[in-house]
């Protein structure tokens, strides 16, 4: 069976860190791109940060630009994402997902994605 996972979660001030992990089991993730998406209370998910399959290209939402940063470490089976300066409007719902076709180079498109985890809560607090 495979599966995602996030991890990492929780609650924080404004203007602290949190890092997200998602790891993959059942399968290796290593030949496709990944990416991190949020969806907060009574709105859509909307695309957060991707990352190519090789690592090398990284693509973000003009709302976290410069203050996250996505990688990945294909030994592990892993995605990160590092947030920083992290604001109210950060609370979410963040979920990792991996695109359906191999050796992409990232999309912001959330059909592009096919398998998705259960998703960990972030909350920021003023």
């Known amino acids: 069976q495979v599966q995602l996972v996030e991890s990492g979660g929780g609650l924080v001030q404004v203007g602290d860190s949190l890092r997200l992990s998602c790891g993959a089991s059942g399968r290796t993730f290593s030949k496709n791109a990944m990416g991190w998406f949020r969806q907060a209370p009574g709105k859509e998910r909307e695309f957060v940060a991707t990352i190519s399959w090789s690592g090398g290209r990284t693509n973000y939402a003009d709302s976290v630009k410069g203050r996250f940063t996505i990688s990945r470490d294909n030994a592990k089976n892993t995605v990160y994402l590092q947030m920083n300066k992290m604001k109210p409007e950060d609370t979410a719902i963040y979920y990792c997902?991996?695109?359906?076709?191999?050796?992409?180079?990232?999309?912001?498109?959330?059909?592009?994605?096919?398998?998705w985890g259960q998703g960990t809560q972030v909350t920021v607090s003023s």
């Open positions: 997902a991996a695109d359906r076709a191999p050796y992409g180079s990232g999309s912001t498109n959330i059909v592009a994605y096919e398998y």
